[in-house]
C-alpha cells in the first residue's frame, strides 16, 4: 500500500486496513510454522504496511495537515554548516599520505646468505 492512499483514507478505515492485515500476519506467521508459506516476502510488506498505517493514523490523530511529512528547508544559516562539515571530512581524509613500508636491514641480510 503507498502512503498517498493511507492520506487519503480515514482513521476509521486506517484502523479497519490495520485489523486486516494483521490478521494476514498472524495467517502468514502460521504457514511460515508448518513450512506452507511460499512468499516469504510477504511477510516484510504487511509488516511495512501495517507500520505505514500505523503512523499515518497517529499524524491524523495529532492533527497534523496534509499528515505530510515535514521538510527541512536549507537555510542560510545551516548551509555553511554543511559547507564546514564537508571541508572537514576532506582535511581528515587527506591529512596523511600512505608512505612505503621498509625493511628491516636483518631481513636483507638474511635473505641473502641463504642464497
Known amino acids: 500500500m503507498k502512503a498517498d492512499d493511507a492520506r487519503a483514507m480515514t482513521i476509521?478505515?486506517?484502523?479497519?486496513?490495520?485489523?486486516?492485515?494483521?490478521?494476514?500476519?498472524?495467517?502468514?506467521?502460521?504457514?511460515?510454522a508448518t513450512g506452507q508459506l511460499e512468499n516469504t516476502a510477504r511477510v516484510r510488506v504487511i509488516r511495512r504496511d501495517i507500520?505505514?498505517?500505523?503512523?499515518?493514523?497517529?499524524?491524523?490523530?495529532?492533527?497534523?495537515?496534509?499528515?505530510?511529512?515535514?521538510?527541512?528547508?536549507?537555510?542560510?544559516?545551516?548551509?555553511?554548516?554543511?559547507a564546514k562539515t564537508k571541508?572537514?571530512?576532506?582535511?581528515?581524509?587527506?591529512?596523511?599520505?600512505k608512505t612505503a613500508r621498509k625493511t628491516p636491514a636483518k631481513s636483507r641480510s638474511r635473505a641473502k646468505t641463504k642464497e
Open 87 to 97: 571541508a572537514k571530512t576532506a582535511a581528515k581524509t587527506t591529512a596523511k599520505p
Open 12 to 32: 476509521d478505515q486506517i484502523d479497519d486496513e490495520v485489523l486486516k492485515l494483521k490478521k494476514e500476519q498472524f495467517n502468514l506467521r502460521f504457514q511460515r
Open 51 to 82: 507500520a505505514r498505517l500505523k503512523t499515518i493514523g497517529a499524524q491524523k490523530r495529532a492533527g497534523r495537515p496534509e499528515s505530510a511529512p515535514k521538510a527541512r528547508p536549507e537555510t542560510e544559516a545551516t548551509a555553511p554548516a554543511a
